[in-house]
């Protein structure tokens, strides 16, 4: 059986870009796949702490299982939901895939250069995150990896190193990732989903934005959310039409009201296209919204924590036979055994 995996940190609360980008679409794909395949969904709390958090990341990550719960996620025996860090053998795996990875690798990688930015005070975390992320993936033989566009150069890495590894000692120990073509072809995208910001549609939408105005948290109270959406910036051309370079404003609602209501964008797109009235989209897609916030919001408030940690310690069971028993097969291979 092959193995889904995907991760998310939990350093904040989520927006409905983080939301519609990541957690439903791995929710549609858990759901459609989990009968034949394994799928693993963690709470990266370990990739998390690299930078400090403000004391709420317990309660970030019982709310992220619970935001996969009440996304729909449906909980067969092949559906695994753990903590990173209740996983030791990760740690453990992560040292030794650090003597196989190289600094000139782990220093061409984007997320590094960008956070890190060369300086000296950068901490050792955020250079060696990509070697833990890769760990997380090799210790499931995991074949799929949703996760959006800008994690992709470390599933190319996490190819090297698994390749590198069962060359050196000529064993299959890992199995080896799908290329990240094959992977955006699995998550039923070419180019990946972007929500917009509301005030800035140039922009994608960010937890980071100034403006409250410009992004939806999936905590926000549903009227509120729904008057954002009245608010957005739209464009003076006066006839609706899909085109995210032109008119990204539009465009937005557009996708944003697919991806809430569950329709194909191009049906929702024929609806709309050609109509002069964009106050009459505004509404729709604010009530769309609206509604799916306020089913959203019940159905959080019904999962309690207890669901959640009994969720959690059947997953880690689990995760940590697998496991403890790959890390076995990488120690004999180092020698450590
Ligand atoms: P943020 O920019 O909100 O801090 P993160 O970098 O923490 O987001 O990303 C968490 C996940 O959400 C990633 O898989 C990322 O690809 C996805 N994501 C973030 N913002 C958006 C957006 N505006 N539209 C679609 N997906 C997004
Ligand atoms: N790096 C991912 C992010 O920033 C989170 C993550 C950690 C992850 N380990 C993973 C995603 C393994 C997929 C697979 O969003």
């Known amino acids: 059986m092959k193995t889904i995996l995907t991760g998310i940190r939990v350093n904040s609360e989520l927006t409905l870009g983080n939301f519609l980008g990541a957690l439903l679409p791995m929710t549609r794909l858990a759901n459609k796949y989990s009968d034949d395949h394994n799928v693993n969904i963690f709470v990266a709390d370990l990739h998390t702490i690299i930078a400090e958090q403000d004391g709420a990341l317990q309660d970030n990550l019982l709310m992220l299982i619970k935001m996969y719960l009440a996304a729909g996620l449906k909980v067969n025996e092949n559906v695994h939901i753990y903590r990173q860090s209740y996983v030791p053998a990760t740690s ?84 080896i990732p799908a290329r990240t073509a094959e992977q955006a072809k699995f998550m039923g995208t070419d180019d990946g989903i972007r929500i917009r910001d509301l005030v800035n549609p140039e922009k994608k939408m960010s937890k980071s934005a100034k403006s409250a105005n410009s992004k939806i948290m999936m905590t926000d109270e549903p009227e509120v959310a729904a008057k954002k959406i009245m608010s957005a910036t739209t464009d003076s051309f006066g006839e609706i039409k899909y085109d995210l370079k032109e008119r990204p404003g539009i465009s937005n609602l557009l996708q944003i009201e697919a991806l809430v209501t569950n329709k194909p964008l191009d049906k929702v797109v024929k609806e709309w296209e050609g109509k002069p009235n964009y106050g009459d989209l505004k509404k729709q897609v604010a009530k ?41 097969e990488l120690q004999k291979a180092f020698q450590l055994r």
């Open 92 to 175: 453990e795996m992560t040292w030794i895939l650090n003597c196989v990875a190289t600094m000139g690798e782990l220093g061409r990688m984007i997320q590094y250069k960008e956070k890190g930015k060369g300086e000296d005070s950068c901490n050792v975390g955020i250079f060696d995150y990509p070697v833990l992320m890769a760990t997380d993936i090799l210790l499931f033989d995991t074949t799929y990896i949703p996760v959006g566009q800008d994690q992709f150069q470390h599933i190319e890495l996490t190819r090297d190193i698994a390749m590198r590894v069962n060359h050196r000692f000529e064993k299959e120990i890992f199995t």
């Open 288 to 328: 769309s919204v609206e509604k799916m916030l306020t089913e959203f919001h019940n159905k959080l408030n019904e999962i309690e924590d207890k669901e959640v940690f009994a969720l959690m310690e059947k997953g880690e069971k689990y995760a940590n036979k697998k496991a403890n028993a790959k890390l076995y």
